[in-house]
């Protein structure tokens, strides 16, 4: 079966740093993606990896093992408008199919 | 501007109605998507079309049907079958110059009464 684990709430302040962590354990396996998303919006794209280690872009950084299945997206610099839900997704093999995981619920405070 | 085009954003019906819902692009996108997402939920895919006249069932297709008469257009039908149709339902395409990431539509919520 396909299984995406992330945590289900984070709080973090302003200013600080948050890293969020994604588990996966898919048939297949393309590419992983992090999406942000307010509440009641469409997702917007944050990163693809596809190769082992550290993309950085900006204030957003995202990691990613394939041998271990895992990833993880670091937020640098918190804002208010960080607060938000971070999905992790994996594209399987070919790139036709994407499973999300459930996301994790970001709560940035002053 | 290019993009993807749902419509309405918010959608009512009475329970044992038909409804369908719109999605256009025009990225000239060959793939599109149809998700739902439900409170604390992540994306499940319902239907997906790698090219026009052709889709293929996602993990919940029940209750579901959809057409890819043209490759701007891939309306999603929610039928009387689908038990539990309220939720946020998605659509998204794929192709181009980054042919592995996903755009999405403003998203339309469906509550049926």
């Known amino acids: 079966g396909q299984n995406i684990d992330q945590p289900t709430e984070m709080t973090a302040t302003e200013g600080a740093i948050v890293q969020i962590n994604c588990t996966y354990q898919t048939s297949g396996f393309n590419g992983l993606f992090w999406y942000q998303q307010h509440a009641g919006e469409a997702p917007t794209f944050l990163s693809y990896?596809?190769?082992?280690g550290l993309e950085e872009k900006g204030r957003f950084s995202s990691f990613l093992s394939r041998s271990k299945g895992y990833s993880y997206l670091l937020l640098k610099e918190l804002q208010m408008k960080d607060s938000a839900s971070y999905l992790c997704a994996v594209t399987l093999d070919g790139g036709f199919k994407t499973i999300f995981g459930a996301g994790t619920r970001l709560f940035v405070k002053a | 501007d290019g993009g993807i085009t749902q419509s309405p954003k918010y959608l009512f019906r009475k329970e044992g109605q038909n409804v369908t819902l719109s999605c256009e692009q025009n990225l000239n996108h060959d793939a599109m998507y149809w998700y739902r997402q439900d409170p604390g939920q992540g994306l499940r895919l319902i239907y997906y079309s790698q090219i026009v006249n052709d889709f293929q069932k996602g993990d919940i297709a029940e209750g579901y049907s959809v057409s890819r008469e043209k490759k701007e257009s891939f309306p999603l039908t929610v039928t009387s079958a689908q038990k539990n149709p309220t939720a946020f339902y998605l659509c998204?395409?794929?192709?181009?110059?980054?042919?592995?990431?996903?755009?999405f539509g403003p998203g339309t919520r469906l509550t049926v009464l």
């Open positions: 998204a395409s794929r192709g181009g110059l980054n042919p592995n990431e996903q755009f």
């Open positions: 990896n596809v190769l082992d």
